[in-house]
């Protein structure tokens, strides 16, 4: 009897000479380079995505409960664990399959599903990061008219407008590839359906997607960057101003939290952009791969961390609410 092939390696040997016509499925093939060690990963990023879960959820939760907190700078950061948790969720499950079972089939519909989600995710990320920025520079400029500038209905509608934004700039993402009618390979050489990780595959001129992808980045995270450094640029002004150096240190200290979520972002974030756009040929595919589930599983799990050891109001309701139920028990 003819034993069964694992569908990567059926796959693997029919495809060198042949095109698939819209693939019921592609395979995920991970980090193969790595061999077992993919399995030892699975339980690093599985603590991580543990921690993205159980952090944000807890974020959630005490900002939800606790009425003094309903106030723009925590409901923006509110809308910052959600997005982490969606960020999270929109790759570990599939990731965690593919690092500790091997390759993994996925659905060619829930593949561009998961394409827009992670991108999508990203983008409105980095947008909360920039509306953050704008409040804190806000509250440190202008101090006495924040609570008429910053109100909870123009966080809201903020928070709407990017949710717009973010639609409008990533629905092309998988528009693009579905145009694409035929693929010469079912294997994605990634742990996650990246856009341009599916791109590679495809049988046809892809410069209007590259252009995209590249134009995107530059757009939406080169923007937000800009403004970031904007702002801060105005906080660092105001506090300079300031006339004594305690005053300085307690203003700025309230930025703290906001720069070290900013760096767990975007610093991932650049090495992934660089190595992939620069360095494709320099840098082994397994680095750019690793990179790229860092940078989108680090900031998640990091944030509600960040932001729960440093922000007192957080940390002290937690604790009391950590102290009522030791109390119940």
């Known amino acids: 009897m003819r034993p069964k092939l694992h569908p990567y390696r ?9 095109t698939f016509q819209h693939p019921a499925f592609f395979i995920l093939t991970g980090i193969p380079a790595l061999g077992d060690g993919q399995a030892w990963l699975s339980l690093v990023f599985g603590l991580m995505y543990l921690l993205a879960l159980l952090g944000n959820a807890t974020l959630l939760t005490v900002i939800r409960i606790d009425s003094t907190l309903h106030q723009p700078m925590f409901l923006l950061l509110a809308t910052l664990a959600a997005t982490d948790l969606g960020l999270a969720t929109s790759i570990a499950p599939e990731l965690l399959a593919v690092l500790w079972l091997g390759p993994q089939p996925v659905q060619y519909t829930a593949c561009l599903i998961q394409m827009f989600f992670v991108h999508a995710l990203t983008a409105m990320e980095s947008g909360v990061l920039l509306a953050m920025a704008c409040d804190r520079a806000v ?3 202008r101090p006495l008219h924040y609570p008429i500038l ?6 809201g509608y903020a928070v709407l407008a990017l949710t717009l934004k973010v639609l409008a700039v990533i629905v092309p993402f998988p528009l693009l590839v579905v145009r694409f009618k035929h693929f010469h390979a079912k294997i994605i050489h990634h742990a996650y359906c990246a856009h341009m990780a599916v791109v590679e595959l495809v049988v046809g001129n892809t410069w209007v997607n590259n252009m995209y992808g590249l134009a995107l980045s530059l757009a939406v995270s080169g923007v937000d960057i800009l403004g970031i450094a904007g702002s801060y640029g105005l906080i660092a002004h105001a506090v300079l101003r300031l006339p004594t150096q305690e005053a300085r240190v307690k203003a700025f200290g309230t930025c703290s939290s906001h720069i070290c979520v900013i760096l767990a972002f975007y610093v991932p974030g650049l090495f992934s ?7 494709r040929h320099t840098v082994p595919k397994p680095v750019h791969i690793l990179l790229s589930i860092i940078y989108l599983l680090l ?10 050891v440093r922000t007192k109001q957080i940390r002290d309701r937690f604790l009391e609410m950590f102290k009522f139920r030791k109390k119940q028990f």
């Open 10 to 18: 059926m796959a693997e040997s029919s495809q060198s000479n042949s």
């Open 139 to 141: 509250a440190v400029g």
């Open 150 to 155: 910053v109100t909870k209905a123009r966080v």
């Open 273 to 279: 952009f660089l190595t992939h756009r620069f360095g």
């Open 299 to 308: 900031p998640p799990a990091l944030n509600p961390l960040i932001y729960g």
